[in-house]
């Protein structure tokens, strides 16, 4: 990977999801990612990559994944409204798991501005790796919000990223399967979702490794399914042989990687083992292929071990070495009383053996047997940005030419490049779920995804 082109790294500074909370007694809590910026800043790692504010994300934006009628409920909802019409509410927010807190529109456009925005400096070339832990909500369904996530920030951004790159691969490291996202895109093949989860008896309950896809896209969905307990070094077995079979075999123009921090040992919804220094060797791992890497957040609800572990693999993207002593911030109390820079594994039993995980290798790489290797080419007529509603009508002449021709010489210039694959996935998803993959073939050819969705049916299965 020596003759990889490294432009800049970004971070996003979308620490303003802080300011919204779920509730009291609630699992999630957006404050974390105030504690991971903090964590940044006081190691000076911000001074290191540029940090952008990226725009919040519109109603339109959001529309190019879900539907109308769930957008318009999320930008109305408040808790007495959803008390006053319950029947809407459990028809769009479960009611547990997903409640209808102040400004739960607002904190959705963070976080999907975030990524879109991210998925942008990719495009034109501006980052290699990019990062925003404010994403990562990988649960969300086209109609209807699921497991703490309302609008799938992840589907946006890889949307944005197959406009320029023939071939994106979505990655989960999260604990829960990435059930969304993969729905998604399970009838495309430009589109190759890879998840490590937990399975058996444990939300959602998907990720079986036999649903390897549909139609076009079969094959190109790929689930590892793990029991509890695993630790660094079978984890690591696993993830390593598997990755690289991918990487080798499909050959994407970039990489979006959820890291969720609830597969660290001693989170208190997941049941893995791993260290903080094991979770952040699989980030390492991907930044070695030299392909673009956009890193978002996702789930983790011990939360300061989410904000070490995010704070240390922003400093892993960098390859700066860090002091495991923490330095003095603004939330140095929640650390006590060691005060460092670790997330330990325990003496929790791992449930994986060897002959187990041995047998899911050699079925994933079955699967990919049927998936055709991807020449690197060059890409041709990169379509127009989607205009924002500050910037419509405003770009000036030959801008966007003159931007498309840049991209076009960073993709030549990075190794592996983008793929040929098939130029129009179609519409990704289980049961209902289906307009995803069209959105993204759509905007391929420079077309509005915003209305592409109105064909298909909102989802309210799980």
């Known amino acids: 990977m ?60 959001m529309t190019r994944f879900h539907t109308d009628d769930y957008i318009t409920y999320l930008q109305r909802v408040s808790p007495e409204l959803a008390e006053q019409m319950p029947t809407y509410n459990e028809r769009f927010l479960p009611p547990m798991d997903c409640p209808p807190f102040d400004g739960v529109y607002e904190f959705c456009s963070i976080s999907a501005g975030g990524s879109i925005a991210g998925a942008q400096r990719i495009n034109h070339g501006d980052s290699d790796i990019v990062i925003n832990w404010a994403g990562g909500l990988h649960h969300a369904k086209k109609g209807e919000a699921s497991g703490f996530c309302y609008v799938n920030d992840i589907v946006l951004a890889i949307l944005e990223l197959l406009r320029y790159h023939q071939r994106v691969v979505y990655l989960d490291i999260d604990v829960h399967h990435g059930d969304g996202v993969e729905e998604a895109f399970y ?24 649903d390897v896809g549909v139609e ?48 660290l040992s001693g989170d208190r919804l997941g049941c893995f083992n791993l260290s903080m220094k094991g979770h952040a060797a699989c980030v390492e791992f991907m930044k070695s292929f030299g392909v673009p890497l956009f890193c978002v957040g996702g789930g983790g609800y011990t939360i300061r071990n989410v904000a070490r572990t995010w704070a240390y693999e922003t400093s892993v993207l960098l390859g700066e070495k860090i002091d495991s002593r923490l330095p003095y911030n603004d939330y140095y109390d929640f650390y006590g009383p060691e005060y460092l820079l670790d997330v330990p594994a325990s003496n929790m039993v791992n449930m994986n053996t060897r002959e187990q995980l041995e047998r899911i290798c050699t079925d994933i790489s079955e699967h990919l047997r049927h998936v055709a290797h991807a020449p690197s080419v060059e890409m041709h007529d990169v379509p127009k940005d989607w205009p924002s509603d500050s910037e419509e009508g405003q770009e000036e002449e030959g801008g966007a030419e003159k931007r498309n021709a840049r991209v076009s010489v960073s993709v030549r210039r990075r190794r592996g490049g983008n ?44």
Do not use: W
Not at 2 to 8: G, M, R
Not at 447 to 460: E, K, L, M, R, V
């Open 187 to 210: 009838t495309t093949d430009r589109v190759m979702s890879v998840s490590f989860h937990q399975f058996g008896n444990f939300f959602p309950g998907t990720g079986d490794i036999k």
């Open 2 to 61: 020596s003759d990889y082109y490294l432009t800049a790294i970004r971070l996003l500074s979308v620490e303003d999801v802080g300011n919204y909370n779920y509730g009291y007694d609630h699992c999630m809590k957006p404050f974390r990612i105030r504690m991971a910026h903090s964590i940044i800043t006081s190691y000076g790692l911000d001074k290191k990559m540029a940090v952008v504010r990226p725009p919040r994300a519109s109603a339109q934006d």
């Open 216 to 263: 076009r896209g079969k094959y190109y969905a790929v689930n590892v399914p793990l029991r509890e307990g695993i630790d660094d070094e079978t984890y690591a077995f696993v993830f390593q042989r598997v990755m690289r079979n991918v990487m080798e075999t499909f050959r994407p123009g970039a990489v979006l990687m959820q890291c969720g921090t609830d597969s």
């Open 419 to 462: 793929s040929n694959g098939n130029d129009g996935g179609n519409g990704g998803g289980r049961g209902n779920n289906r307009g995803a993959a069209q959105d993204a073939s759509a905007s391929r050819n420079g077309a509005s995804a915003a209305g592409a969705h109105d064909s298909s049916g909102s989802n309210f299965s799980d």
